[in-house]
């Protein structure tokens, strides 16, 4: 009786439960299981502590890391009946909203994990060393001039990065100061001097007026608080006939990325997304789908458009609002 005691004070806690629900799926190591439930690293290795000494979970090696599943005493041993049971009350949650955010979260961490840039399978799963995704972008880069960049919204500056490998310099643009303090330290890692880092919003960027070749705006738009002002700032810092590229989310109905992400916006459709570049001042829009897993609830949209060329009315009056 002690030992069932025990038993059920591990599975009191709901963060438990969520932990078996999740690993019902899919086998995770702590730092995606952080990811995915939303909680602290070390609130996660104690859950995991405590669910491994009842023998509920198995501890898995591979690849370096250590990874998590059921343990096989619970679906076939002598917990089975325990099993079942738990089974059948995760389905009845499925639908309950945080329910939901964990496995939209464990759908967008297994989308990751295949588009690692370090190895990928072919479709027949055979192992392909050195496949990348990165060394393509970079690859593509080399057929590029050596352009002005913005990256709007930059974040930790992983784009930056990349970008900074093929253009002829960045100004890398974020509210946060401490995302840019790590993003610098990227940059300085990598030992790239084309970067400027500084701080400012999208809406008001602190990049002067036709300075730059491209704008980029990757996952930044659906945290704007207006999109069309955002954009319209895109227009403003472009040369003549520069482009602005836009990768940002498509629709979707995962409202849990407002609270823990700061999301405003649930993505945009193309037609909505077409507008608003069309209206911010920009001709030539292109828009496809970018990137989509099957039953995933996020896909991306790859946007891009051309700076009209200026009328000599409009350089006129933008002439005269300058010297007024």
């Not at 738009?221 to 895109?234: N, R, S, T």
């Amino acid at each position: 009786m002690e030992k069932a005691a025990s038993l059920y004070r591990v599975l009191g806690e709901d963060v438990r439960l969520r932990l078996l629900r999740v690993l019902v799926r899919e086998r995770l190591n702590v730092t995606e299981l952080t990811a995915v439930l939303g909680l602290a690293q070390s609130g996660v290795s104690r859950h995991l502590g405590l669910l491994k000494d009842a023998g509920l979970v198995a501890e898995e090696p591979a690849g370096g890391f250590t990874f998590y599943r059921l343990a096989p005493a619970l679906q076939d041993g002598p917990l089975s009946a325990l099993w079942r049971h738990l089974h059948t009350q995760f389905d009845l949650a499925a639908s309950s909203p945080e329910a939901r955010a964990d496995d939209a979260r464990l759908q967008e961490m297994l989308r990751l994990r295949r588009e690692n840039f370090d190895t990928h399978g072919n479709e027949a799963g055979q192992l392909v060393p050195g496949r990348s995704w990165a060394a393509w972008a970079r690859a593509l880069g080399h057929l590029l001039p050596p352009l002005d960049v913005a990256d709007l919204g930059c974040g930790e500056g992983y784009l930056t990065v990349e970008a900074a490998r093929w253009a002829h310099s960045v100004v890398a643009v974020d509210h946060s100061a401490a995302v840019l303090r790590r993003a610098r330290a990227l940059g300085r890692k990598r030992g790239l001097t084309n970067i400027v880092w500084k701080r400012g919003d999208i809406e008001h960027a602190p990049i002067a007026t036709g300075s730059v070749d491209v704008a980029l705006l990757s996952q930044i738009l659906h945290h704007a608080a207006d999109p069309a002002i955002a954009l319209a700032e895109a227009a403003r810092i472009l040369r003549p006939t520069g482009r602005v590229l836009i990768l940002d989310l498509r629709p979707h109905e995962q409202d849990w990325v407002k609270q823990r992400l700061g999301d405003r916006w649930l993505g945009f459709g193309n037609d909505q997304l077409k507008r608003l570049i069309q209206d911010a001042g920009f001709d030539d829009v292109r828009l496809q789908l970018g990137a989509r897993k099957a039953g995933g609830p996020f896909a991306v949209s790859v946007a891009s458009g051309r700076k009209k060329p200026s009328t000599g009315r409009q350089r006129a009056a933008r002439r005269a609002g300058s010297e007024g």
